[in-house]
T-cell receptor, first 114, second 111 residues
Framework: DAGVIQSPRHEVTEMGQEVTLRCKPISGHDYLFWYRQTMMRGLELLIYFNNNVPIDDSGMPEDRFSAKMPNASFSTLKIQPSEPRDSAVYFC????????????FGDGTRLSIL | QKEVEQNSGPLSVPEGAIASLNCTYSDRGSQSFFWYRQYSGKSPELIMFIYSNGDKEDGRFTAQLNKASQYVSLLIRDSQPSDSATYLCAVNQGGTYKYIFGTGTRLKVLA
């Protein structure tokens, strides 16, 4: 079975540019999570969706960040305008409803803002 | 702010020894506890999950949970150099599907 698929794997762009990260969750998973990982702060939850609806966006650092989930098989995380401090690895994860199911992570997008 | 605490390490153990990784959490409402392994430059990979007090064994791995002490641990028996990685403890925030991750413990298994 295909896992969580993220694109691009690497992104290098200049400060001020718009960045769009993409995620395809595992088929049948109805929860989707966006995380950011840095050496200083570890793995931080940014936002999560249930059935395409944002449930908790309290981890989104500021208005420059936005996330959407237009359908069950696709989500985007957008940064506009980007800043050097946004440089990090961004992970997408998904899980099913019910019980205490684990989250399954994609390979991540390594983002560098110059 | 709910917290999950781990010793950052590195924890160095000789090959064949038992590695013991520890995690404490602050949210008494937490019900689900997970251990993820993350190799450098890779994504977190689920190793174990535990929901009930006591021990849960899976091959060389044993997860231990003590809700009264708000403590969860991971034991790795017969440690191998390939076990060298960062181990992340994740705890659900009570009543939600959110995980709070610890900052991870770096394990080095010396050949």
């Amino acid at each position: 079975d295909a896992g969580v698929i993220q694109s691009p794997r690497h992104e290098v762009t200049e400060m001020g540019q718009e960045v769009t990260l993409r995620c395809k969750p595992i088929s049948g998973h109805d929860y989707l999570f966006w995380y950011r990982q840095t050496m200083m702060r570890g793995l931080e939850l940014l936002i999560y969706f249930n059935n395409n609806v944002p449930i908790d966006d309290s981890g989104m650092p500021e208005d420059r960040f936005s996330a959407k989930m237009p359908n069950a098989s696709f989500s985007t995380l957008k940064i506009q305008p980007s800043e050097p401090r946004d440089s990090a690895v961004y992970f997408c994860a998904s899980r099913t409803t019910g019980g205490n199911q684990p989250q399954h992570f994609g390979d991540g997008t390594r983002l560098s803002i110059l | 702010q709910k917290e999950v605490e781990q010793n950052s390490g590195p924890l160095s153990v000789p090959e064949g020894a038992i590695a013991s990784l520890n995690c404490t959490y602050s949210d008494r409402g937490s019900q689900s506890f997970f251990w993820y392994r993350q190799y450098s430059g890779k994504s977190p990979e689920l190793i174990m999950f535990i929901y009930s007090n006591g021990d849960k064994e899976d091959g060389r791995f044993t997860a231990q949970l003590n809700k009264a002490s708000q403590y969860v641990s991971l034991l790795i028996r017969d440690s191998q150099p390939s076990d060298s990685a960062t181990y992340l403890c994740a705890v659900n925030q009570g009543g939600t599907y959110k995980y709070i991750f610890g900052t991870g413990t770096r394990l080095k298994v010396l050949a």
